[in-house]
């Protein structure tokens, strides 16, 4: 059941995701997969690229937030799926044994003009390091469900 | 071995980067990992929810462009990363079975006014679908290395 539907965000509201730790094993293992270059994937070699030694692909950095974010957001909303992302930055390396907060904040809320079943929620997501540094934000478009009307 | 650097992309410039097959175990593999929505988790939750069936999460698909774009632009070139991404598009959703064809597309170049051993790329990145539809696409930037000079 719906916690939450579009009526309930608020512009300015922030929502702290929680944390997740991350391993040079699943960097090595992710960029296997889906960003085999020799920095992400290979700590010799990466140690004698520009970031000086192993760093997680952007993409990594990105699904570890979105995991996040459906945890505590969209899995607890009536969720219709997004179009696509805007500005996503890539501002700190991420390396192993960084510990990423996630934080997710409304910038814009609309009601759909083509669907009265939804509304439009434009947020910012950012992952912070065990520093205090920013390492990862974007601007992110979903669909919400608006709340059923009572029965009059 | 570098087998191009910044200088040979040019404007225009289009370079198909192959295809990839995209299966419903890996759709929901990335999904556990990344994505736990259930239209990207569950076949059964996915046939009642808004797209009928189960889709890929829009980060696996963008997981699968930069793998091709890794192995057939970035790994040839020195690569020194990439500050991000704009307009990151998910314009038709991508389903087990479906196949993928991943297109690169140079946007714009010049040369870094504050590190005179690299340029700036921005290319087009599209995945299109086994029925011409483009279900993916995304602006990236990236910073090759320039050709040494010859020394003189």
Do not use: C, K
């Not at 059941?1 to 009526?7: D, P």
């Not at 990466?46 to 505590?72: C, D, K, N, P, Q």
């Not at 805007?86 to 996630?102: F, H, K, N």
């Amino acid at each position: 059941m719906a916690e939450r539907y579009f009526e309930d965000f608020t512009v300015g509201e922030s929502i702290e995701l929680g944390s997740v730790q991350i391993s040079a094993a699943e960097i090595i293992a992710f960029a296997e997969q889906f960003d085999p270059q020799p920095f992400h994937l290979d700590p010799a070699r990466a140690e004698g690229s520009v970031f000086g030694g192993l760093i997680a692909s952007g993409w990594h950095t990105a699904g570890l937030y979105m995991r996040l974010f459906a945890e505590g957001v969209l899995n607890r909303v009536p969720s219709f799926g997004s179009p696509g992302i805007e500005q996503l930055r890539w501002l700190r390396p991420v390396r192993p044994g960084d510990t990423l907060r996630a934080r997710f904040t409304v910038l814009e809320v609309r009601p759909s003009t083509s669907r009265p079943d939804r509304g439009i929620v434009r947020s910012r997501g950012e992952m912070t390091n065990q520093d205090g540094e920013v390492a990862l934000s974007l601007e992110a478009t979903n669909f919400f469900g608006r709340r059923p009307s009572d029965p009059a």
